[in-house]
């Protein structure tokens, strides 16, 4: 995976770490919300999706992009929209996963 594509899923999740603070003044108090800015999870998702070649995002045995993401809208449901480009990448082999360490014995 080269360097863009692994900052980009960094900045996807790191955008469901930061929280948005806004105070508003409601009858004589003082209201605080916090929640996770949506729309830069919206921006990072769309970024994503722009540094995926288009060799990736071809239908074939392996993986159909516009089957796995044409019933969903971005703006509506920027998660399941991300969850399937995980799914495309790991599905064309561009993410690798570490197996878990264990402290048990090998029974090899």
């Known amino acids: 995976m080269n360097v863009f594509l692994h900052q980009a899923l960094l900045n996807v999740v790191n955008s469901l770490s930061s929280l948005e603070v806004t105070t508003r003044s409601a009858q004589g108090l003082m209201i605080s919300e916090v929640r996770v800015p949506v729309d830069r999870l919206i921006w990072n998702v769309r970024i ?29 449901e920027p998660d399941r929209y991300f969850h399937q480009l995980v799914q495309l990448l790991q599905k064309r082999r561009m993410l690798r996963f570490k197996p878990p360490r264990s402290l048990a014995p090998s029974h090899d």
Do not use: F, S
Not at 58 to 71: C, F, L, R, S, T
């Open 48 to 76: 994503l999706d722009a540094l995926l070649i288009d060799e990736w995002k071809i239908g074939d045995k392996v993986a159909d992009y516009e089957a796995m993401v044409k019933d969903i809208n971005i703006e509506d």
